[in-house]
């Protein structure tokens, strides 16, 4: 019998879902907005234009993919699509956090990613443990 996903690994999925989606909206769509807004200074311009339109459609890519593991519905898809963009996330926290301790420092918008992201790991932790419980053999 087919367990739908709990309501609360929806959140997290519809969640990643949104987040990659702008991401790479905006980096494949405009290098301006990314370098303004998303990675502004003192990082460098991001660039050329083709890696950042790899980087967008990576982010859409992953999207994409939380949308599947959402539409989907099972602990399966859900389990494939946060075993990659978990890692992901808690790895960018480490590189996040290692060039805001290095000069020139990181601006005050990735110091809001961080947090985001501490807010969102622990959710995919605890999402995980708790589907694998209801899915146990």
């Avoid at 907005?33 to 050329?48: A, E, H, K, T």
Wanted: hydrophobic fraction near 55%.
């Amino acid at each position: 019998m087919k367990q739908p996903l709990m309501r609360w690994t929806k959140v997290v999925l519809a969640t990643s879902v949104v987040v990659q989606f702008i991401f790479g909206a905006a980096a494949l769509f405009s290098q301006s907005l990314w370098n303004s807004v998303f990675m502004p200074p003192p990082l460098p311009p991001s660039g050329p234009p083709l890696l950042l339109q790899y980087f967008g459609l990576l982010f859409l890519t992953n999207s994409l993919g939380a949308a599947y593991a959402l539409i989907q519905d099972n602990w399966i898809a859900a389990r494939m699509y946060l075993a990659i963009n978990g890692p992901f996330v808690a790895l960018s926290i480490v590189v996040t956090v290692l060039a805001m301790l290095t000069p020139p420092g990181i601006p005050l918008i990735l110091q809001l990613y961080i947090l985001l992201a501490l807010l969102y790991t622990p959710q995919v932790v605890w999402v995980w443990r708790q589907e694998s419980l209801r899915h146990m053999p």
